[in-house]
């Protein structure tokens, strides 16, 4: 079993997710009382979310790039990076740090294609719906058609995703906010919704709608033991 490294803390709320998930598909899939190997590095999610928002990348990929070092001297095998939004630093981390990084949005992308999936709606924080580089990602490389928000409904997506779900609040209010927007999405031809940042599924699940919701929290950290337990 490879070493799973994870890169956490953006936010805590969804990175505890991936611990559990991880650890219960391994102990499913080998059984008796295995479980994960992993190294973990948590940051301070107020330094990062400021930054986000500054717009200053360049500081956090080298943030996080040192932070993914220290997972690599700690023993991972391999790099998860536990949010969609900072997948934006992927390639600077992966080159500094030298370490193999599972991408969240190729690992979505297979279970959309697996699924016949061709147009997808996207949720997500305002830099992964607007930016180019998560949406390019499915647009070039698996040939997804990807639908977003309008431009309120962006701004109340990430608004919730900052101002509750990172703080661990889940309003039903915003519940129905979300459901309304997948609503339209699913209107405008989405066969499927990303849950494009790792906090959502705490808010909506898939029972909550039939529009088929893929829960990128979900799809990683299976995704990570895929590549743990690959031969």
Known sequence: MKTIGLLGGMSWESTALYYEIINKEVQKRLGSLHSAKVAMYS?????IERLQHSGDWDKLGKILAEYAQNIKSAGADFLVICTNTMHKVAPQIESVADIPIVHIADATAKELIKDGIKKVGLLGTAFTMEQDFYKSRLQEKFN???????????????KVI???????????????????????LA??????????????????????????????TAIHAKAAVDYALQK
Not at 144 to 158: C, I
Not at 167 to 184: A, F, H, M, T
Not at 193 to 214: A, F, H, P, R, S
């Open 187 to 216: 209107k405008r031809g989405a066969e499927g919704i990303i849950l494009g940042c790792t906090e959502i599924g705490l808010l909506v699940k898939q029972n909550d709608t039939k529009v088929k919701l893929y829960d990128t």
């Open 43 to 47: 940051v301070d999610f107020e330094e």
């Open 162 to 184: 900052y101002d509750e779900l990172c703080l661990g609040n889940c309003k039903d209010s915003s519940k129905q906010e979300y459901l309304r927007v997948i609503d339209d």
């Open 144 to 158: 997804l058609e990807v639908l977003t928000p309008a431009r309120e409904d962006r701004e109340l997506v990430h």
